[in-house]
């Protein structure tokens, strides 16, 4: 059974930092594309970034270079670290998996198989 657990979430000022994690049961980890999402209160769930598992990364146009998503093969956990958070930024942030290597419509979440259940970002003036 697939487990994605998403850590790393909490409160931070405007302009801080962030790294979240998400910790992969998935025995072939390294072919898959894992990605981050977020939803903020009252607004649909956004793509943040994603790590494609043929190596390709792409980020949402909001993102703006302040975001970088990575993995960790040896420990199974994909990370997004977050840079020059602003009160935009708060949402509760979501870890996907999907087992196809590459995916056209990477920024779409009905595509992905695996879901965490999401840790929580909150930016504060």
């Known amino acids: 059974q697939v487990q994605l657990i998403e850590s790393g979430g909490g409160l931070v000022q405007a302009g801080g930092s962030l790294r979240l994690s998400c910790a992969v049961s998935?025995?072939?980890?390294?072919?898959?594309?894992m990605a981050w999402f977020r939803q903020a209160p009252g607004k649909e769930r956004e793509f943040v970034a994603v790590?494609?598992?043929?190596?390709?990364?792409y980020y949402g146009d909001f993102v703006k270079g302040r975001f970088t998503i990575d993995r960790d093969s040896g420990e199974n956990t994909v990370y997004l670290q977050m840079n020059s958070l602003t009160l935009e930024d708060t949402a509760v942030y979501y870890c996907?998996?999907?087992?196809?290597?590459?995916?056209?419509?990477?920024?779409?979440?009905?595509?992905?198989?695996?879901w965490g259940r999401g840790t929580q970002v909150t930016v504060s003036s």
């Open positions: 998935i025995r072939t980890f390294r072919r898959y594309t």
């Open positions: 996907a998996a999907d087992s196809a290597s590459w995916i056209n419509s990477y920024y779409t979440s009905s595509v992905y198989e695996y």
């Open positions: 790590r494609l598992g043929e190596g390709t990364r």
